[in-house]
Nanobody, 120 residues
Framework: QVQLVESGGGLVQAGGSLRLSCTAS????????MGWYRQAPGKQRELVAR???????NYADPVKGRFTISRDNAKNTVYLQMNRLKPEDTAVYYC??????????????WGQGTQVTVSS
């Protein structure tokens, strides 16, 4: 079992910045793939950014060049730095990681979510 605790959401004006944090329980954080997802009202949850244990990253097209995902393995924490925020970035943001079994089953773990609201 992995517990994920997010923080850092809030209300910000368009063009502003926020940094989200997610701290994970467990001793193998350094090898985990960690991700940030978001879900806006009436929309499906979507991947925002992901980082591997080696630090390789990938981003959704709408956030490329504005958001940066990073990790601090000593603190079991992953961050999402969000700059030049837009009203369309408004959503609940969720931290994610997963385990996979030898049979190929995937077990997702989610944080409780943190609200990000960007006013125009």
């Amino acid at each position: 079992q992995v517990q994920l605790v997010e923080s850092g959401g809030g209300l910000v004006q368009a063009g502003g910045s926020l940094r989200l944090s997610c701290t994970a329980s467990g001793s193998i954080f350094r090898v985990r793939v960690m991700g940030w997802y978001r879900q806006a009202p009436g929309k499906q949850r979507e991947l925002v950014a992901r980082i591997t244990g080696l630090g390789n990253t990938n981003y959704a097209d709408p956030v490329k060049g504005r958001f940066t995902i990073s990790r601090d393995n000593a603190k079991n924490t992953v961050y999402l730095q969000m700059n030049r925020l837009k009203p369309e970035d408004t959503a609940v943001y969720y931290c994610n990681t997963y385990d996979s079994s030898r049979a190929g089953e995937v077990f997702d773990y989610w944080g409780q979510g943190t609200q990000v609201t960007v006013s125009s």
